[in-house]
């Protein structure tokens, strides 16, 4: 649906190439995606990937906080409402294996990803209940919460995407129940931290501050 290609600014770019050095100046899926298609080959367009061996850590910062002991986590108002489309790492190979083995795959473009989109609170009280924590989210209005905390991009468009075209015609489904797949997560992220833990990313002080101090948009265990 986009038009625009190349549209990630110079500071987004440097930014994913810490994790993916491999990325170039010009990185753009649209071009892979028409060489592919031309050739009669199939497009997996693929969600955010979590469990071991993440190296983006999306699980980290809740698990971090689970281990040290918090009581209460923090959620701006436009994050704690944005949904996107997620997907295990193992069911997402099994797709990958699918659309390169299927021949009634070849020159179709699927999405692929778990069959709901949640918001992000939603989300992290999955992961938090996995980790076995028993405290609560506090949802604050925007300008309320912390700056390390602060939503980073617009929230206000999702990444909402309909899995039913490959399972309906290649038979995909999650093969780790949702419960398995987050533990074996939540265990990696605790054996396996970052290198590199940015020690402003968790400002407690600042955080128990703004619970505090202003009144939630929504306090939920």
């Given at each position: 649906?986009?038009?625009?290609l ?12 810490a994790v993916?050095?491999w ?7 649209i ?7 031309s ?5 997996l367009r693929?969600p ?13 910062p ?9 009581a209460?986590?923090v959620l ?7 949904r996107g489309i ?6 997402a190979?099994w797709a ?9 795959a ?9 069959p709901?989109?949640?918001t992000?609170l ?5 992961i ?5 924590w ?9 300008e309320?919460?912390p700056?390390h905390l ?8 999702h ?19 949702r ?14 931290p970052?290198?590199?833990?940015n ?13 505090n ?5 929504r306090?939920?265990?």
């Amino acid at each position: 649906m986009r038009t625009r290609l190349h549209p990630y600014p110079p500071d987004v770019l440097q930014m994913v190439r810490a994790v993916y050095p491999w990325l170039e100046e010009d990185y753009d899926k649209i071009p892979a995606e028409r060489v592919v298609m031309s050739a009669g080959g199939t497009v997996l367009r693929l969600p955010m990937i979590y469990g071991p061996g993440d190296p983006l850590h999306r699980f980290y910062p809740i698990v971090k906080r689970v281990d040290d002991g918090r009581a209460a986590m923090v959620l701006d108002e436009s994050t704690a409402q944005w949904r996107g489309i997620r997907g295990y790492v193992e069911d997402a190979a099994w797709a990958i294996a699918l659309g390169a083995t299927e021949a009634r795959a070849a020159g179709q473009v699927y999405n692929v990803g778990d069959p709901e989109n949640f918001t992000e609170l939603d989300w992290r009280r999955q992961i938090a209940e996995a980790a076995g924590w028993s405290g609560r989210f506090v949802v604050l209005q925007d300008e309320c919460a912390p700056t390390h905390l602060k939503a980073r991009g617009n929230l206000r468009q999702h990444w909402a995407v309909d899995s039913s075209r490959i399972r309906r015609e290649l038979g995909y489904r999650e093969r780790v129940p949702r419960v398995e797949a987050l533990g074996r997560t939540i265990e990696w992220e605790l054996a396996n931290p970052p290198q590199q833990i940015n020690p402003a990313e968790y400002d407690y002080p600042a955080e128990d501050a703004a619970i505090n101090a202003a009144p939630a948009v929504r306090a939920l265990r």
